[in-house]
């Protein structure tokens, strides 16, 4: 039963009920100012529970941002913060109605259990077109959130729902296949082994009174009083397992991009609704491409991109973060004329090689006055030079040994690199195909690896890249040459020992290398690991990739063979890279003054 209150200078509806087309009725809370009027919404959807605390479900990222974060507890108890969603404390106050959705089949709505199904983004709709016609609300529905809150933002947005005003995915993978199920072909299956058990499963709606309890809604200080966050009621395993759609076997089950996957990624042609990406450049393996490909190719003549440094829970809470989306929002939700318009339309944090960040207003995204520099690789001495070999040479490694890093020489001077990458190579292998990992990486002088504690990952390289080399067909139509688009329509096996020319797209970078440090591209046939000790974070190891481990559907005996990269004599493999020169006039801070003030 739903309830209302008065709290914390808010008012709380808990557990209201949002009727759905075919007769399941989802749950929502709703924060919202106490007094009268009508409010735009900040609205969020999905599984994760919405009654779980941030700090009970996610304790070392909370801790975290305890610790690293401190602005982002400002002005705030934190009672009700949950897991990559606004805080509604932070938010009420500023004239906005805050609805967080349990998502079909999670939480306390009930239902299967189907994660960004057609299903799903219809239910979306529907809560969206719900909240604009309740009486608190202005009609105007914004979308905010992290990763799955963001994911199904592209989703919905495609669906045009009448009364969505605005989205905001904030580090949110878009195309289901090549961002999240199949990097380059390879199936990547964090989502579907781990992910899903841990985050998902775990509170599925059902688990009841073996799960856990919303302290928000219990007697303060009397522990165990709250409600069931998967309640209200309690389902055996085999009916908890009837209800859901397991995803790991049904993703090993279509290799290719077919209409499964393509339900379950946007329609770029009918994302028209005003929007501001927020990338991370060390989301290799998840959500970066979801941002920049949804700024490119997004059909909204009112978009903006921004891209930060930073673990993947810190700057959507941080002054920063909060500023920027509620600068956004106040314009499309509210109608405020506050010069939002006048934001450049992309904002990147530029990052140094010492951990530095600054952030630069660009005007377009790739660069426009980029130089799409090649760098040759020599098999014979595994280096990167500055032209083609006149003679041809190979060099061959154990695909599923330590591959073969091509280093190249110091840089004469200091460079920036920023922007999204692409590998050419020549290649033959003793078996009928080979799964291509590719990491970009940079060292200093001393030839000490330099990473980066972006995203999941405190030791990242500068890019990855992947390619199964039987899908190496491309999209005529959406490649480019700083950007190999493969239609993974068809797989096409090698002939073992023939030589095939294959392209490999490697998700955008930023960084400025000083003089003297040099870049390294290594290939190989498993995930990029860091030379050092990993680091644990809850359940995940991380040792370099992140917890996006490539690991199933990849038999020895089609995949464990010899892989040989030719170069020079006509066969010339070569990596383009986008080197950024430094603008004809000093604008690295951004002109307008609101956002100038906050970040200096």
């Known amino acids: 039963m739903s309830k209302s209150e008065i709290r914390d200078g808010m008012w709380i509806d808990w557990d209201v009920p949002i009727p759905m087309d075919d007769g399941v009725v989802l749950r929502a809370d709703v924060f919202r100012p106490i007094g009268e009027g009508k409010y735009p919404v900040i609205m969020s959807y999905g599984p994760y529970g919405k009654g779980l605390h941030f700090a009970e479900g996610y304790p070392y990222q909370w801790q975290h941002m305890l610790d690293n974060y401190p602005d982002v507890f400002a002005g705030t108890t934190g009672k009700y913060q949950n897991w990559e969603t606004v805080d509604p404390e932070r938010w009420v106050p500023d004239g906005y109605v805050v609805v967080r959705v349990d998502s079909r089949g999670a939480g306390r709505s009930p239902g299967v259990l189907d994660v960004w199904s057609p299903r799903e983004a219809q239910d979306f709709y529907q809560c969206i077109e719900w909240a604009a016609r309740q009486p ?4 105007r529905v914004g979308l905010a959130g992290i990763s799955y809150y963001a994911i199904n933002q592209w989703q919905v947005a495609a669906l045009q729902p009448p009364h969505l005003a605005a989205i905001c995915p904030w580090e949110g993978a878009a195309d289901y296949y090549r961002d999240m199920c199949y990097h380059g072909g390879i199936p990547s299956m964090f989502f579907w082994r781990t992910w899903f058990r841990a985050q998902v499963a775990s509170v599925q709606h059902g688990v009841g009174v073996r799960g856990r309890r919303n302290p928000a809604t219990g007697i303060p200080g009397v522990p165990g009083t709250g409600e069931l966050v998967s309640g209200p009621e309690t389902l055996t395993e085999e009916e908890l397992a009837r209800n859901r759609v397991e995803p790991a076997e049904l993703i090993l089950q279509h290799p290719l991009d077919d209409e499964f996957h393509r339900s379950r990624s946007p329609d770029w042609s009918r994302v028209v609704v005003p929007l501001l990406s927020c990338g991370n450049w060390g989301g290799f393996g998840l959500h970066l491409r979801g941002n920049t490909e949804g700024y490119l190719r997004a059909a909204s003549g009112q978009k903006w991109l921004e891209v930060h440094c930073g673990p993947h829970w810190g700057e959507f809470y941080t002054e ?4 920027l989306m509620k600068r956004f929002f106040a314009r499309y939700l509210k109608g405020e004329e506050n010069g939002w318009e006048e934001t450049p339309p992309v904002l990147l944090w530029v990052r140094g090689a010492d951990g530095s960040h600054r952030l630069r207003a660009e005007r377009e ?8 520099t090649r760098l040759y690789l020599d098999p014979a001495s595994c280096s990167l030079g500055p032209g083609p070999l006149a003679d041809g040479g190979s060099v061959e490694y154990e695909a599923l040994g330590e591959g073969v890093t091509f280093l190249g020489p110091p840089l004469g001077e200091e460079v920036e690199i920023t922007g999204p990458l692409a590998l050419r190579l020549f290649i033959s292998s003793s078996t009928r195909d080979a799964d291509l990992f590719v990491a970009l990486r940079a060292f200093s002088p001393n030839l000490r690896e330099v990473t980066f504690y972006d995203y999941l990952d405190p030791h990242t390289p500068l890019s990855l890249g992947w390619l199964r080399a039987s899908h190496r ?7 480019r040459e700083w950007r190999p688009y493969h239609s993974h329509q068809v797989e096409e096996p090698l002939e073992p020992g023939q030589v095939y020319e294959v392209e490999v797209e490697l998700w955008p970078t930023c960084v400025v290398l000083p003089k003297g440090y040099r870049l390294a ?7 990029y690991e860091w030379a050092g000790d990993p680091t644990q974070m809850g359940p995940y190891p991380m040792r370099g990739s992140g917890p996006f481990f490539h690991e199933e559907g990849r038999p020895e005996e089609v995949y464990g063979g010899r892989v040989r990269i030719y170069g020079g004599g006509g066969r010339d493999s070569y990596l383009l890279l986008p080197v950024v020169p430094p603008k004809e006039r000093d604008e690295d801070t951004p002109k307008v003054e609101w956002l100038a003030r906050l970040v200096r």
């Open 136 to 139: 608190w609300s202005n009609g």
């Open 320 to 323: 920063y973060g909060l500023a």
């Open 365 to 372: 995204w790739p660069i426009a006055r980029t130089r799409w």
């Open 473 to 479: 067909r491309l999209d005529p139509e959406l490649s």
């Open 521 to 527: 591209l290594t290939i190989r046939g498993k995930d």
